[in-house]
């Protein structure tokens, strides 16, 4: 089993759809939660990075984190084609063996 | 700009050449790392390098080598000994402090493509 599981994809939404996306992970020792956007033949930029269990927004994305469930999520409002691109989740451990693990992926394509 | 940059963008080599990608930071970051990205695949890290002239082998290490002789600087040699060596390469970069401080960022990535 991975330590952390994020469906691949691909996703398609109209254009101007709530889009979530999901990862799922198995070491309650990750602390730190990034998500990356990577537009094909591209490096991956980081989107947004949370520590607690919570929500964080920052314009038309938020990072919701549940460490209870072990299940981080990107919410996207008012999706728009700009939006596709492969969605990458990332964590971090700092308690024990280091770790930064990265998720798969997950393609989305938003539909004009 | 603070950044970090990878050249070339494209590369081509023939079998039994080895290759040199070149990364660069200016971000002032510590650590600097080296993926390879294949379809459907996700990041494999390759080396990692957390000081000047130390590095450590990541999970798919045989066939490649680097060096770290600045701080700015980490290259990735990809070596004849690499078995199927076309692919996407990205380096990143990051602090090592223990927190969120921690996030890697990217350079753009070099495609190779072995003819």
């Known amino acids: 089993q991975k330590e952390v599981e994020q469906d691949p994809g691909p996703l398609s939404v109209p254009e101007g759809a709530i889009v979530s996306l999901n990862c799922t992970y198995s070491?309650?020792?990750?602390?730190?939660f990034m998500w990356y956007r990577q537009y094909s033949r591209k490096g991956p930029e980081l989107l947004m990075y949370?520590?607690?269990?919570g929500n964080k927004e920052d314009g038309r994305f938020t990072a919701q984190v549940d460490k209870s469930s072990k299940y981080i999520s990107l919410f996207i409002r008012d999706s728009q084609p700009s939006d596709s691109a492969t969605y990458l989740c990332a964590m971090i451990s700092t308690s024990g063996t280091y770790k930064y693990i990265f998720g798969t992926g997950t393609r989305l394509k938003v539909l004009a | 700009d603070g950044g970090i940059t990878q050249s070339p963008k494209y590369l081509f080599r023939k079998e039994g050449q080895n290759v040199t990608l070149s990364c660069e930071q200016n971000?002032?970051?510590?650590?600097m790392y080296w993926y390879r990205q294949d379809p459907g695949q996700g990041l494999r890290l390759i080396y990692y390098?957390?000081?000047?002239?130390?590095?450590q082998k990541g999970d798919i290490a045989e066939g490649y080598s680097v060096s770290r002789e600045k701080k700015e600087s980490f290259p990735l040699t990809v070596t004849s000994a690499q078995k199927n060596p076309t692919a996407f390469y990205l380096c990143?970069?990051?602090?090592?402090?223990?927190?969120?401080?921690?996030?890697?960022?990217f350079g753009p990535g070099t495609r190779l493509t072995v003819l």
């Open positions: 949370t520590y607690s269990s």
């Open positions: 990143a970069s990051s602090f090592r402090t223990g927190g969120t401080t921690d996030t890697q960022y």
């Open positions: 390098s957390q000081i000047v002239n130390d590095f």
């Open positions: 971000l002032n970051h510590d650590a």
């Open positions: 070491n309650s020792a990750f602390q730190y």
